[in-house]
């Protein structure tokens, strides 16, 4: 199977419907790719690693090099799935040139096909220069974790008529320079239909609406691996009860020497 491409992504919407919805997930490490990847459509190498990996407080931390190398290991383990790589906080902002330099050695050190970034009217020079240069973006508007300073938390967005208008002036920007994706964070599900319904092409939804055009999750919330997660987030397994209870049998196990068995052990031949 050849490897899916942004063209594919972006065609999925035709005339203003998505007959398939696009199915996303976020992937940090190469093993996790290749589990995700045969159900997926676009693997996203989130910046999210900055809190699920790493234990960071926020994604502002993140580094150019840390998606890098989380990126090439998604590449790595995928072989279907788009692979789409966030540009960390203070890697974009500055200029379309910094954009350009950041986005370029993101595809280069890792293989990815197409980067995301945070920010609408105020970003979409910036996207039509990366594209223009080609280089695919996936927008991201509503609730952006990279201005969680500037936001003061990460509360659902577009309760008030001017930040709904915002988040829709947003979208539309990123669209008209070019972006392939737009996805939309965390917003009161009008504006998500409003936005899907308005913009040309892909929406794509987490805490937004089931009406997008596909459907975002950070997976290791999928998993159930935290116990605090975002009221959007549904959890399709106890994953952190599972990791748990193994570690409990082998350390019973292992203070009880029962572990390694007859099974775990090599003896001479004879
Ligand atoms: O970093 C991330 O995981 C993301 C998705 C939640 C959209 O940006
Ligand atoms: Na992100």
Redesign the pocket.
């Known amino acids: 199977m050849r490897r899916l491409t942004v063209p594919a992504i972006r065609d999925r919407k035709q005339d203003g419907k998505t007959e398939e919805p696009v199915v ?1 997930l ?1 992937a940090y490490t190469a093993r996790q790719a290749q589990l995700l990847d045969p159900h997926c459509d676009v693997l ?1 190498v ?4 900055g809190q ?1 990996i790493y234990g960071l407080p926020s ?1 502002i931390p993140v580094t150019l090099e840390m998606m890098a190398n989380h990126a090439a290991a998604v590449v790595r383990g995928s072989y279907h799935s788009v692979v789409v790589v ?1 540009m960390p906080f203070g890697s974009y902002e500055q200029s379309p040139e910094q954009a350009f330099d950041s986005a370029a050695r993101l595809l280069k050190e890792s293989g990815a096909a197409a980067v ?1 970034l ?1 920010g609408g009217e105020a970003m979409a020079e910036t996207v039509s220069f990366l594209v223009n240069r080609g280089i695919p973006v996936m927008g ?1 508007v509503g609730l952006t ?1 990279q201005a969680v300073n500037v936001l003061g938390g990460y509360r659902a967005r577009g309760r008030s008529d001017a930040e709904a208008e915002k988040i829709v002036a947003d979208a539309v920007a990123l669209e008209q320079a070019g972006a392939f994706v737009v ?1 939309v ?1 965390g917003v009161v599900e009008p504006i998500a239909i409003e936005v899907t319904e308005t913009v040309s092409c892909v929406v ?1 939804g ?1 805490g937004a609406s089931a009406k997008c055009d596909g459907q ?3 997976t290791d919330d999928m998993l159930g691996m935290f116990e605090r997660v975002p009221r959007f987030v549904k959890r399709y397994a106890d994953m952190a009860e599972l990791v748990s209870d193994t570690a409990a049998k082998y350390a019973e196990e292992v203070r009880a020497r029962t572990f390694p068995g007859p099974e775990q052990t090599y003896q001479p031949k004879r």
């Open positions: 996303m976020t996203l989130g910046d999210s690693l699920v994604t966030d995301k945070e991201h974790p996805v964070e794509i987490i975002v999750l950070v």
